[in-house]
């Protein structure tokens, strides 16, 4: 079945860094679409970024342009999400999604806390 599994979340300072990643299995990876989204506490998920198939197309939300950059490899089946500068409000659980077929897969999601 399909499988989303992120990893790399964690405790950073303002200003710092973290690669955020999600291994894919139980579809064909390299022929879907795929974005990040997070949810902070008590606020509704948003989207925070998308790619193409190909990985030719990307797209972000305007409170992480400049600072984030989505990837994927699709011979690995893994999409990542490089996280620079980050900001307290970045403070949220990030998930992976893949629509499949009008069908949405969800990671559990990994927690990233932006904090001195």
């Known amino acids: 079945q399909v499988q989303l599994v992120e990893s790399g979340g964690g405790l950073v300072q303002p200003g710092g860094s973290l690669r955020l990643s999600c291994a894919a299995s139980?579809?064909?990876?390299?022929?879907?679409?795929m974005s990040w989204y997070r949810q902070a506490p008590g606020k509704e998920r948003e989207l925070v970024a998308a790619?193409?198939?190909?990985?030719?197309?990307?797209s972000y939300a305007d409170s992480v342009k400049g600072r984030f950059t989505i990837s994927r490899d699709n011979a690995a089946n893994t999409m990542s999400l490089q996280m620079n500068s980050l900001k307290p409000e970045d403070t949220a659980v990030y998930h992976c999604?893949?629509?499949?077929?009008?069908?949405?897969?969800w990671g559990q999601g990994t927690l990233v806390t932006v904090s001195s």
């Open positions: 139980g579809f064909t990876f390299r022929a879907y679409a």
């Open positions: 790619i193409s198939s190909s990985g030719g197309t990307r």
């Open positions: 999604k893949a629509t499949i077929d009008l069908l949405a897969a």
